[in-house]
């Protein structure tokens, strides 16, 4: 094919791996060679491997498996963690391996002229065993290491590449990499010589790993462009996270829900919206628990079902907090309208915790979602892979038309902006702040709506209590300034007036 026309007459072959049909604008470009280079542990061989199986899966088409490192047996092994029976494959006639691993008779010696035409012919033959439409070769590093040469390797390379594209079969050549962000591939030439390149990353940021997967170039046709975060999960393999595709594409509501609290439904303007995110950000014991306990009661009082991950509180502790302010999560849980999934934030990254609250959400379909908290998942990740889970989780929840409310823990108990409200405030639709106040050493609590997208509220902070029947909201607080800051001072009603006067004038803006 010439890579002169234009990128919309170069055909694309759907990899049906999760997200990277979408990354790639629909697939890899048919007929043609993409190298997929990575560092160690960026999941260069899973998918290698997912291209052929899921080749085989879904559109039936057969592909030969070309090993320089591991042995046919290590990779019929690894893979079934993923649930992919290779062996079964090659009983059916649909798999092949070539065996050019250190383990096998095939041996390179770099000796005058010396070709790789003896192992092309073997590859050949494979194809036509199997009839095969797709190709995986891992990796170049293990073969192409034993020349000296760097002309050699490019010649090769370049040779064994036209080799495919006159067969016209897709091919995946993965290649390692020493840098995340160095040169693209160990020996420098490979990706000069390839139609395609793929990038895995596997980068340490703050004592946290984060795989990412970078479309580098398609020679001829678009893509998109930039890193996507990227998993591995068992019995699905790579699964991409593309956050361009979550467009703004969701409908807004003008249907308003309760919020489970009479009182703060009258503040916000007769409740939450049906499609809103709201936030709510307050010091330990503030009472953001019981709010998320009684948007949870007030959603299920009308039959709705709701979902409520937490990952700061045992189930256990959740249910009894909850019956002592008269609410009853295991009548809820068996009557099926509330479904409690608890876990520590440390037990999996934000990739793998997306992909499984996207799951139970898929499979319970609430109508209402809350999570408690957001902070706790913060501690687990980077800046940007978090900002990252809430934007996916947030689309998730939007576009199915549900309710959604998530927590967040201050930095101090009088108050203070937290790292989580500062990172997403602009993503929630509300944000109510839950703070302390302190008055002639007296500690009482205040709550405010910050924000309420689409809709007046009130602006005044209020003092609320909690006891066995849960949060009552009560008057604005009087002559206290500085509640938000974390310093509340109390002004006396002179200076009240005063200032009142002022901004009657205009002398206060």
């Known amino acids: 094919m010439n890579d002169n026309v234009t990128a919309t007459h170069v055909e694309k072959l ?41 080749g085989i899966n879904r559109s039936n088409e057969n592909g030969v498996f070309v090993t320089f490192e591991e042995s046919p047996q290590d990779i019929r092994r690894n893979m079934m963690g993923f649930g992919w029976d290779i062996a079964r494959l090659e009983r059916e006639g649909k798999w092949v391996f070539v065996d050019a691993s250190m383990q096998s008779d095939f041996e390179t010696v770099e000796v005058g002229a010396y070709d790789l035409g003896a192992l092309i012919a073997r590859i050949e033959n494979a194809i036509d065993e199997v009839d095969a439409r797709r190709l995986s070769l891992d990796s170049l590093g293990a073969v192409f290491g034993q020349f000296e040469r760097q002309d050699i390797v490019r010649r090769e390379l370049h040779r064994t590449v036209a080799a495919f594209k006159r067969i016209g079969i897709t091919s ?40 990412t997967i970078e479309i580098l170039k398609f020679r001829g046709t678009s893509h998109n462009k930039g890193e996507y975060p990227f998993t591995i999960v068992p019995g699905d393999g790579i699964v991409i996270i593309p956050l ?12 308003r829900i309760t919020s489970g609290n009479e009182d703060l439904d009258k503040i916000c303007g007769g409740g939450f ?24 009661a007030g959603g299920a009082a009308r039959g709705e079902r709701c979902l409520l991950f937490a990952f700061e509180e045992s189930r256990e502790q959740l249910f009894r907090n909850a019956r002592g ?23 999996m990254g934000l990739e793998d915790r997306l992909i499984s609250m996207q799951d139970d959400i898929r499979t319970f379909q609430p109508n209402r979602v809350a999570i408690d908290s957001l902070s706790a998942l913060e501690r687990v990740s980077t800046w940007k892979g978090f900002r990252e889970f809430v934007i996916a989780i ?57 924000k309420m997208r689409g809709s007046m509220h009130e602006k005044e902070i209020r003092e609320y209590v909690i006891d066995g029947d849960g949060m009552h909201i009560g008057a604005p607080f009087k002559n206290v300034t500085g509640i938000l800051s974390g310093k509340p001072v109390q002004v006396s009603q002179r200076d009240m007036d005063r200032f009142d006067d002022m901004f009657d004038h205009g002398d206060v803006q």
């Open 14 to 54: 759907s990899t049906g791996i999760a997200g990277l049909d979408y990354v790639s604008g629909g697939g890899i470009p048919r007929g043609r060679a993409t190298l997929v280079s990575g560092s160690a542990g960026s999941a260069k061989t899973v998918l290698a491997v997912q291209f052929l199986v899921e």
């Open 172 to 211: 995946i050549l993965t290649s390692e990499r020493t840098d995340e962000y160095g040169e693209i591939a160990r020996f420098g030439v490979e990706e000069f010589v390839s139609d395609n390149v793929i990038i895995l990353r596997n980068v340490l940021e703050d004592e946290k790993r984060r795989r």
């Open 244 to 255: 361009s595709e979550l467009e703004l594409l969701q409908t807004s509501s003008s249907e």
């Open 273 to 296: 919206f049906r499609d809103a995110i709201v936030l709510v950000s307050g010091a330990t014991g503030t009472g953001k628990t019981l709010l998320t306990t009684e948007f949870i």
């Open 325 to 347: 302010w008269g609410v009853d999560f295991g009548k809820l849980v068996a009557d099926g309208v509330l479904k409690v999934v608890c876990s520590y934030p440390e037990v």
């Open 394 to 450: 947030t689309s998730v929840i939007k576009h199915q038309n549900m309710s959604g409310l998530f927590t967040s823990t201050a930095p101090s108990l009088l108050g203070g902006t937290s790292i989580t409200e500062a990172h997403i405030s602009t993503i929630t639709d509300s944000i109510i702040l839950m703070r302390y106040v302190e008055i002639f050493g007296e500690m009482r609590r205040g709550l405010t709506v910050l």
